[in-house]
């Protein structure tokens, strides 16, 4: 008969700590394009999780509708910002200054993962939906449309995404995210200059 309870006793207790324990009010993990694209304005304009206050002929104003939980880190004396809502990792400033896209940043994440920084090698270039994710409905760090965890210096920050249109006359493009004015619009590849900020999924 002990025997018998005993063994009942550990079948409960096995499921009881092997069941995860949801907390009230834990934010969903919600999960944003890793890979690269080649994007019309009309595909930037249709992308998830943004509200779009208004449609320009080069992008939108707008701002992110994801319920952020965001976190500083410091691994190996270099700050990184994890967001537990889209685990993704971000370098918590990022480049000192302004770079091309097509030369500049390349070599600028070359360079940061050939250095490590926070113990890791993956770093790359965010999408336009991971960062736009980054857009606040409202101005919070200065007079940046950011959240105030991170820095403040990089206010226009280049991604990977590559712009195309059917009017030749245009530019090669790339897509950037603008939080000084909280827009999303396509600039030259090859002569415009902005910041970066490096991302990496949070394992």
Do not use: C
Request: net charge neutral.
């Amino acid at each position: 008969m002990k025997k018998h309870l005993t063994t009942h006793i550990l079948i409960i207790l096995f499921i009881f700590f092997s069941t995860p324990i949801i907390q009230s009010g834990e934010v969903p993990r919600i999960n944003l394009r890793p890979y690269y694209k080649e994007l019309s304005v009309a595909q930037v304009q249709e992308i998830p999780n943004v509200e779009i206050r208004k449609k320009e002929k080069w992008g939108f104003h707008g701002h992110s509708t994801i319920d952020h939980d965001y976190y500083l880190k410091t691994i190996n004396d270099d700050k990184v910002v994890v967001d537990s809502a889209t685990g993704l990792m971000w370098h918590q400033s990022g480049s000192d200054k302004y770079v091309s896209w097509q030369e500049g940043a390349k070599k600028w994440i070359r360079k940061l993962n050939k250095e490590s920084y926070a113990g890791f090698h993956d770093w790359r270039l965010p999408t336009v939906e991971e960062a736009a994710s980054l857009l606040e409905a409202e101005k919070k760090n200065g007079n940046l449309y950011i959240d105030p965890v991170f820095d403040k210096k990089q206010w226009s920050i280049w991604t990977r995404d590559s712009h195309i249109s059917d009017d030749s006359l245009y530019l090669n493009g790339a897509w950037r995210v603008s939080f000084s004015d909280g827009i999303v619009s396509w600039g030259s590849n090859s002569l415009d200059i902005f910041y970066i900020r490096p991302v990496r999924l949070s394992k």
